[in-house]
């Protein structure tokens, strides 16, 4: 790739959550970070060894604090440049004075946000894989999503990518020597077991693209809608999983006119449950949109939860589009039970609860359970999907045709790379770096 250059200038920023803590962590990182020596008049530890100093006030010559400093010298550190971490008492004014006297240095500048996994990048420490691995480990609250995000910053998903980028290289070095050599002897089934090979990676990708959705149903979150005619309980449904009242209960059919989201952890799977208006002809303008909503949220659903209330004989049923995707739910079961094959609960007394929420964990592990490398973001789909394309049409090329089935080939090899960050991706990174926190 064609080399991005970092800001010359040293970085510093809170590696830590901001606000009062027991401790807090500022990280600095550049060529000449070593100077806070003599800024503060401390001795620097040996490097990836830990220090007790007195971090003096340039000016004043008071103490600041007592912190805890840790050196790690290029290019065996996080950026790949030279990194110190100063560990201080976890008060904003401690934060404050060192800020602001580093600010004051000329080669001093504050980081901007994902600047520190920038220079990483920048200097071959991380790829864009292990970034965006990174990022979802800092921002995972399941079980399951902090495995999956672990494994793609520790490379799983770069050694695959890797692996069909060194096989495709090869065949692209094989035929560029068959045009450069035309006149020489070359073995006479060399383009045919190229493109068996290429044949081989096709299929391969293809296979990882037909994975449902899997690895970013996971990062982002399981869907549930929760949906049905109006005053069939699906706000009290929501209220009773979330263990807190977030819709209005109310009697009044009609009351939920907008989707409400909850955010539950099931078998380790992030799970996003949305309230929606209840199914039947609007009377109102207002309601009408409501109802739009519902619809269009239902069918972007992973899973529907389709109330019917069990006091009534007259429901409506669940849609035909979404039936392989639905679940009958039988509410109010305090009052009544017409059809006990289905699942049957009472919010108000707490029945069924436990049996639904089961059944949910199963479609929920079904839909959301990975096992080896995932795609875990749209980018890295829409580059596959190119790849697959580019790799079709080489094969498709007549075998007279070399220099086009070598161009095909070369476009393959960069939407791979472009998903490791292995050719230029400038354009990538302020969408990648856009959601680190300032400090990482």
Known sequence: MAMLKSNPKNI?????????????????????????ASIFSIDLPNPRHVKLCKLIHPETKEIIDNPLITYFKSPKSYT?????EISIHGGKAI??????????????????????TKRAFLNGKLDLLAIEGLNDLINSETEFQRKQAFDQMEGKLSSLYNKWTSQLIKNLS????????????????????????????????????????????????????????????????????S??????????????????????DIRGFPVIITDTAGIRKARTNIEQIGIKRAESKIMDAD?????????????????????NKSIEVWTKSDISIINKKDINISTKINQGITELIDIIGQYVEEGCRTEGAFITRSRHRDALEKTKNHLDNSIKISEIELELIAEELRSAVNSLGRITGNVDVEDLLEVIFSDFCIGK
């Not at 790949?80 to 110190?84: F, L, S, T």
């Not at 602001?100 to 080669?107: F, G």
């Not at 002897?185 to 493109?195: A, G």
Request: glycine share 6%.
């Open 12 to 36: 510093f920023a809170l590696s830590t959550a901001p606000g009062k803590a027991g401790m807090s962590v500022i990280r600095l990182s550049g060529t000449s970070v070593v100077n806070i």
């Open 80 to 84: 790949g440049e030279d990194v110190i």
């Open 95 to 116: 934060q404050n004075i060192i800020f602001k006297v580093l600010s004051a240095q000329e080669d001093f500048i504050y980081a901007e946000a994902g600047e520190f």
């Open 174 to 241: 094989y035929i560029e020597a068959t045009i450069d050599f035309i006149e020489e002897e070359l073995p006479l089934n060399l383009i045919s077991e190229q493109k068996k090979e290429i044949m081989n990676i096709c299929r391969e990708i293809e296979d990882h693209l037909n994975d449902a959705n899997k690895g970013e149903r996971l990062r982002d979150g399981f869907r549930i809608i929760i949906a049905g005619a109006p005053n069939t309980g699906k706000s009290s449904l929501l209220n009773h999983l």
């Open 243 to 264: 263990n807190r009242d977030i819709a209005i209960v109310s009697p009044i059919a009609g009351t939920t006119r907008d989707s409400l989201d909850t955010y539950l």
């Open 303 to 323: 899973l529907v939860l389709w109330l019917m209330d069990s006091s009534k004989k007259n429901n409506i049923q669940v849609p035909k589009s979404i039936g």
